[in-house]
């Protein structure tokens, strides 16, 4: 790989002749090289930190990534060469060098490319003559100087045979010498090791190009297959510099060199493309070096906690509605989707040039027959070329425009990569797509089709978005490509979160998570409209990045777009309704106490028919899991169960699917079916389940109920009556603790503290009570350790510790001073501390709604205040979104009246306001 080196580089401050003459010194001084190591050690060290602080500081000034990697190279190539010349010549002080001295030192793997990061590993292979003669003098006094000066060096020593070998067995190490470069030493030897080598991989060309790309593929799916995750690998992601060393790795396999002319020549890239692959390539170095120095370590990861020092040293600032660190990362997202561009391009052109095999369509479906490829070709403008879908000759697009989305739809229904012709083409058309293709009823229709009728609508809408024809069709929609949401809840951009909203609608439709949505896998087949529910779901988000509020952006966009699209104007104003209520179900199901009747009245007045009401409970659902893994869960489903039940039965007069009291005893039935067969007396379940509220029973599912007759069972005729039971998911990466003991009036609050000291972040809560004076409080947990086991027994401890302080055998306050700073990754954000009292929410309890940034214990701190405040907490409802938690009480005061009082309204206002406000107020017990 070229390599720039600056004139005025790093190697003016590594006078090699001098550093030598300075260790030599040191080595007489001390009388001999091991005597001297840790003073020559100290004094490389001295001299590589000056080395790289003047690397980054020049790097702060020109924000060259390539120039620092290239002058770090040199920079270790210098060293290397130093101390293996001065080591040699200690070796062979008073005798002559022979065949077992000699050697070839050579550079490998990353090191071997020429461009180094600061926080990069250091590969070295030293080329030996014979094993037989192999000497470990030099090499290994070399590499505990290396070490003991805090470098991390992987090393080998071999034969040339023994490399060519290996290098056939083993695609990583056939991989590391594709990239070797020669430093010191014997170059013969290492003129040998290459002619050999590249013999060998002409012998093994497909089964190396194979493994490269199915190595990508694993890749992909370890750090997250989606190119767009707001906290990217930017080595080992999607789009990342990985991927461009890929394809560095096949040019020089096929072509013998980087990509450049050769692969022009050879039709694989264009020279646009070429200078394409330049420039992402200098971006990605350029935030890999800034990103190695900002956190003092080979971090890979772009996390919330450096995005933004990372948009200002890289000179980015705010504008419109995005942040400059949101500007920041839209740049570097754009960026990926250029890498896989590129990478989609070299493989379809490999596969087409039988350097590569071909995926199999097979898996997918069956081979296209001969009748099917004639039917194409004969009656549209394409043709099926090597199982991909190609245009029949360069003007397809040019003749008419609208073939651009034709082509989208024969691929879709023929279920066919496309051709890398075809992808070409369609970039240096873009062009064609204007407000006369934009309007023309035809590609509307197509459009329309490919997004609600296609089986696999997710596939088709991300080909194309990664092409940026879905941008050209859909302005709007441009303006959200790339584009993060700088917050710890969305786990991808806004372009892969609205795409994956439509993907698990037609999850749902098709019944992939029947087990998990119960409601909403057969309510699809009673809408009346599939297609306003997937144009809300494609667009629900698309006002993002504005001023104004996105569901009102996203609703005006909508009654713009809808009619070119072909709706009616009674479905646009549903799918503008849609949009503007997106985030409406999901706030009351999890902030609202959904068994006030003033609640299911207020939602009621807002949906207003059964009808709508699916429809938003449809999108509600597919928007939650598209978030991101672990987003749904079971006790989000029961909640929006509930909460739709209740709301569809006022809505059809007391007529709905399923009655309150009919609900009630159905879930009653089925706990007392499960605890009959678990050998109880009907005299016993009675008198467990008649001790709960009518609202227990629309909270949880039934096997959560069944769970809690049994801890019931356990303290009934007990004397300690406390019980616990806890379960773990790793997918969700949350435990959910659920606890039972006698009520009173700081009992939530010593339970969230209990957490709170054990460093358990909670990121959610339900509260319930029974006839009889308990307490029944479910907490979920962010989950912390990968094994179940080792979970559980955290679970545990959090209800040991409960036990005893209630038992007055522990206080929290000692325990909660030594609480566990929050998660660094939150000092990125500030959320503005927010406290709302309202009283007509409910017709019985004050609801107080905090909002501020999450932090390990704030749930116990807020309780806390509110008891102080003389406040008695009837529920609370607890979420958190990312950083931000939102915090929900309903309250009265200590005689069950509203707190109706300015004066007092304004004291809790200002308590509550002053505790979000600390960063880590002083515990209260």
Known sequence: MDTVIAPTSVAERFDKVAVRAA????????????????????HLKDMSQVARAHLRAQLERDGDGRRC??????????????????????????????????????????????????????????????????????????????????????????????????????????????????????????AELEERFQD????????????????????????????????????????????????????????GEDVGEKTVAAGIFTDEEVATFKRCEDFLWTIRCFLHFLTGRPEERLTFDVQPQMAEWLGYKKHGGLRATERFMKHYFLVAKEVGDLTTLLCGALEMQQHKTAPSISEIM???????????????????????????????????????????????????FLHPDAIRLLRQSLRLIDDKVRNDPEANRIFLELLCDDPYPGITLRRMNDAAVLGRFIPAFRRVVGMMQFNMYHHFTVDEHLIRTVQMLTDIEQGGAANELPLATPMFETILNRRVLFVAAFLHDIGKGRRDDHSIVGARIARELCPRLGLSAAETDTVAWLIEEHLTMS???????????????????????????????????????????????????????????????????????????????????????????????????????GRFYDDYWHRYDVPRQVEHARMMARTDGSDDKLAFHYT??????????????????????????????????????????????????????????????????????????????????????????????????????????????????????????????????????????????????????????????????????????????????????????????????????
């Not at 593929?217 to 461009?244: C, F, M, Q, T, W």
């Not at 990312?882 to 007092?904: H, I, Q, S």
Request: charged content about 25%; some cysteine.
């Open 23 to 42: 260790l030599e010194v040191l080595i007489e001084r001390h009388g001999g090289l091991e005597a001297a190591h840790n003073d020559i050690v100290q």
């Open 69 to 190: 990697a290239a002058n770090l190279c040199q920079f270790q190539d210098d060293l290397i060469c130093m101390l293996f010349e001065l080591l040699t010549s200690l070796e062979l002080k008073g005798r002559k060098q022979t065949a077992a001295d000699r050697m070839a030192v050579v550079a490998t793997g990353g090191y071997g490319r020429g461009l180094l990061a600061p926080g990069s590993d250091i590969d070295l292979l030293f080329l030996i003559h014979s094993s037989r003669k192999a000497r470990g003098g030099v090499p290994e006094q070399m590499l505990y100087i290396l070490w003991d000066m805090g470098f991390k060096v992987g090393h080998a020593t071999r034969t040339v045979s023994q490399c060519v070998a290996l290098a056939r067995t083993d695609m990583t190490i056939a991989t590391s010498l594709l990239d070797s470069r020669f430093l010191l030493g014997d170059a013969q030897l290492f």
């Open 200 to 255: 060998e991989l002409r012998s093994m060309q497909r089964t190396f190009i194979d493994a490269k790309m199915a190595e990508r593929d694993a890749r992909h799916a370890r750090s997250g297959d989606a190119r767009y995750r707001v906290e990217p690998n930017i080595k080992d992601g999607k789009g990342g510099l990985r991927d461009l060393h890929t394809l560095h790795w096949l040019s020089r396999t096929i072509y």
């Open 366 to 416: 069956s081979p296209l027959n001969w009748k099917v490829r004639r039917q194409i070709r004969q009656r549209t403008d394409f043709r099926v070329d090597n199982d991909r879908m190609n245009v029949a000759d360069p003007q397809a697009f040019e003749r008419d425009p609208v073939n651009i989305l034709r082509l989208f739809a024969q691929a879709a229904k023929t279920n066919t």
């Open 587 to 689: 706030n009351i199901a999890q902030s609202r106490d959904i068994s006030d009747p003033k609640t299911i009245r207020d939602f009621a007045d807002v949906v207003k028919s059964p009808e709508r009401l699916k429809l938003l409970l449809l999108l509600t659902v597919a928007d939650v899991r598209a978030v991101g893994p672990g987003t749904w869960n079971g006790w989000k489903g029961q909640l929006l169960r509930t909460l739709y039940y209740e709301t569809e039965l006022l809505l059809s007069g007391g007529y709905g699917q399923t009655g309150h009291r009919e609900r009630i005893s159905e879930a009653q039935e089925g706990v007392r079916a499960a605890l009959l067969d678990e050998g109880w007396t009907p005299e016993k379940i009675e008198s467990v389940t």
């Open 728 to 925: 773990t998911d790793e997918f969700t990466a949350v435990t959910e603790l659920t606890i039972l003991a006698p009520n009173h009036a700081r009992l939530l609050s010593l339970f969230a503290g209990a957490c709170a000291a054990t460093g358990a972040n909670i990121v959610g809560a339900q509260i319930s009570s029974t006839r009889d004076g308990y307490a029944l409080d479910s907490f979920l947990l962010q989950r912390e350790l990968q094994s179940d086991e080792d979970e559980k027994r955290r679970a545990d401890r959090i209800g040991q510790l409960i036990r005893r302080v209630l038992r007055g055998e522990m206080r929290l306050r000692p325990m909660l001073s030594k609480r566990r700073p929050a998660e660094h990754r939150l000092d990125a954000f500030s959320v503005e501390p927010e406290v709302m009292i309202n009283n007509a929410l409910s017709d019985d309890f004050t609801v107080i709604e905090v909002a501020g940034l999450d932090r390990p214990g704030l749930l116990y701190d807020l309780t806390n205040a509110l008891s102080d405040l003389n406040l008695d907490i009837s529920s609370a409802h607890i979420t958190t979104f990312g950083e931000k938690a939102v915090d929900v009480f309903y309250v009265t005061d200590l005689v069950g009246k509203k707190v109706t009082a300015p004066t007092r309204q304004q004291s809790i206002t200002e308590r509550l306001t002053e505790l979000l406000a600390q960063d880590d107020p002083p515990p209260v017990t």
